[in-house]
């Protein structure tokens, strides 16, 4: 079968989704091409949509339709306890909890020298900021354990005891209903950092 352009224009499309390979974006591509018209304008429209009105709230971070977002317009919010991420999507996950009452702030990356991000490419202007305007008191960082989020962590850490601020990060080990010889090396010695008095 001859290649047709617009379709190739739309797996191209698909594939610039994050996890999407060329096969998931064949497949996306078809779906598309099997949906009812009517069907079809309205996901262009809802990404249209998504693209025009949904923007970063210029307080911390989050995405937000309004002027900020719902977590800084609420006057409920705890202000002294801030949770640092790296990515907006990373605080749906404690705003799910529905425990999570303070604020956040989204650094918009991680430290990441072989993808040019360093220190001065994260949100720690803003944040400093907002630590004396808002009166925080302690932040919890909340970035992935990983090589860079570890270097992300440690980095904030560092600036934040200047400031006088607590600082503190998420503990991480063995998920519930894990079973121990499942668990990697990593895992293991984090869970046994991070243990409690019973």
Avoid: W
Avoid at 104 to 109: A, I, K
Avoid at 118 to 142: C, P, T
Avoid at 186 to 198: D, H, P
């Amino acid at each position: 079968m001859k290649d047709l352009p617009t379709y190739s224009a739309l797996v191209d499309s698909f594939s610039k989704l994050p996890g999407v390979g060329t096969k998931t974006a064949e497949r996306m591509a078809y779906a598309v091409l099997e949906m009812k018209e009517e069907d079809a304008l309205e996901f262009s429209s809802a990404i249209k949509a998504a693209k025009e009105k949904v923007h970063k709230c210029p307080n911390c971070g989050l995405y937000a339709e309004g002027e900020l977002c719902d977590v800084c317009n609420d006057p409920s919010r705890d202000h002294s306890t801030c949770i640092v991420v790296s990515y907006p999507k990373d605080a749906l996950a404690f705003e799910k909890l529905n425990d999570f009452h303070g604020v956040y702030h989204v650094l918009g990356g991680v430290i990441a020298p072989s993808k040019g991000m360093g220190g001065g490419d994260l949100a720690i202007d803003s944040l400093l900021d907002r630590i004396d305007k808002e009166g925080i008191k302690e932040v919890i960082i909340a970035t992935n354990p990983t090589l860079e989020g570890e270097t992300t962590a440690l980095f904030v850490a560092r600036i934040l005891e200047k400031k006088g601020v607590t600082a503190s990060r998420l503990a991480y080990g063995l998920p519930m209903g894990a079973s121990l010889d499942y668990a990697d090396s990593l895992t293991l010695t984090k869970a046994l950092e991070g243990r409690k008095k019973i």
